[in-house]
């Protein structure tokens, strides 16, 4: 129910969580809430295990008419905090209560796929269209199992058959397009995801100022590249644990320096950019998410590097940049983090005017955060 005043943060609303779970253990609605919230923390081993002790509650106590709903919002929750190695679990309990169910089957070839184990994704593919050969969604996953495996003679025979059952199949037709790609070039689904710059095209929509379909184009690079890189931190054991909050910080920082670069088609692997402008960048973050503190600092640069280091690794971002990148981001981390905390003090501090504040953020931001863009 809502209170008065200020929401609840999410430490608020996680603390609630728990004194009803402590209350009620078997309210498998909290018990699961509580293993998501964590999990996207960076939780381990026994998260994954309420989860899993959530589930087998649902399953028990759960009305009927609701399970099949409340069981794929379970899944798209794991999966949408990158935590596939909780979902393989759950959805292998699920195959094993139902194994009539072909779409249990397939959510687990989809879980296991991105941990990495390809193979045994397409075996668990196989089995769900054996037992629904008319699914086009089944026939399209298959289709991109084989992609992921680099098969691309089997990655097609799917995808059309994925097609005729359904010719307006949106996936489907993305699906074709990597194939096309990945028959031209080799490789497979995660080689395609960090394909080189198409130059050429690049260079013509900048010669005809095509600004919106030049935004488009960096779009798709950019969100592929940060797919790849979920996909591999999801597929480390010593990583998945921080693949949500990482993702999202980065999400969160491009959108911004998207808003303020000002600069159409701005690609992530241009670190050059970056580089010459982070202090203002970071001068700018900061005023604008007033609660930002130094956790939130330390998390933007961490993520940074080890996205930066991931792009490096494939030679999207040469090794040279990278360690200018590496150098400027750790000499100016704890400059920001002091910013950061003496930026928090003067906003809250009744005792200074306006025109007094503006004097200290001038001092502390250099005149960056006046102006909407670099």
């Not at 026939?139 to 010719?167: I, T, V, W, Y």
Request: glycine share 6%; proline share 3%.
């Amino acid at each position: 129910m809502p209170f008065l005043g200020e929401p609840p943060s999410p430490d608020d609303v996680t603390k609630r969580l728990a004194r009803i779970v402590r209350a009620c253990p078997s309210f498998y609605p909290a018990v699961l809430e509580l293993g998501l919230r964590k999990l996207a923390a960076g939780a381990k081993g026994a998260e994954a295990k309420r989860i899993l002790k959530g589930l087998q509650l649902l399953l028990d106590l759960g009305e009927p008419e609701h399970i099949e709903e409340e069981l794929e919002n379970l899944i798209d929750n794991l999966e949408n905090v990158w935590r596939y190695d909780v979902a393989k679990e759950c959805l292998e309990l699920l195959v094993e209560r139902f194994p009539q169910q072909a779409r249990y089957r397939d959510y687990l070839a989809h879980a296991i796929a991105k941990l990495g184990d390809v193979e045994t994704a397409l075996d668990q593919s196989r089995q769900a269209v054996r037992m629904e050969p008319d699914n086009p969604f089944f026939r399209c996953n298959l289709g991109l199992f084989f992609l992921m495996a680099g098969n691309a003679g089997e990655a097609r025979k799917h995808l059309n058959a994925s097609l005729q059952l359904d010719p307006d199949h949106e996936t489907t037709q993305g699906n074709l397009a990597v194939l096309d790609y990945i028959s031209k070039h080799g490789g497979n689904f995660f080689d395609f995801l960090l394909r080189p710059l198409d130059e050429d095209e690049i260079e013509r929509l900048s010669e005809e100022d095509d600004v919106e379909k030049l935004d488009r184009l960096g779009g798709v690079y950019n969100q592929d590249r940060l797919v790849a890189f979920g996909q591999w931190m999801a597929s480390q054991d010593d990583q998945r644990v921080r693949c949500a909050d990482t993702i999202a910080t980065l999400k969160c920082f491009f959108d911004f320096v998207d808003r303020v670069a000002n600069l159409a088609g701005l690609l992530h692997e241009n670190i050059a950019f970056l580089t010459e402008h982070f202090g203002a960048i970071m001068h700018k973050f900061i005023f604008k998410f007033g609660d930002v503190d130094r956790e939130m600092i330390a998390e933007v640069c961490e993520s940074l590097l080890k996205y930066y280091g991931f792009l490096a690794e494939r030679r999207l971002v040469s090794a040279d940049d990278l360690n200018r990148f590496h150098e400027l981001v750790r000499s100016k981390k704890a400059v920001l983090i002091e910013k950061t905390e003496r930026y928090n003090a003067i906003r809250h501090d009744d005792a200074l005017d306006e025109e007094e504040k503006e004097t200290i953020r001038e001092e502390l931001f250099a005149g960056d955060h006046s102006w909407p863009h670099l």
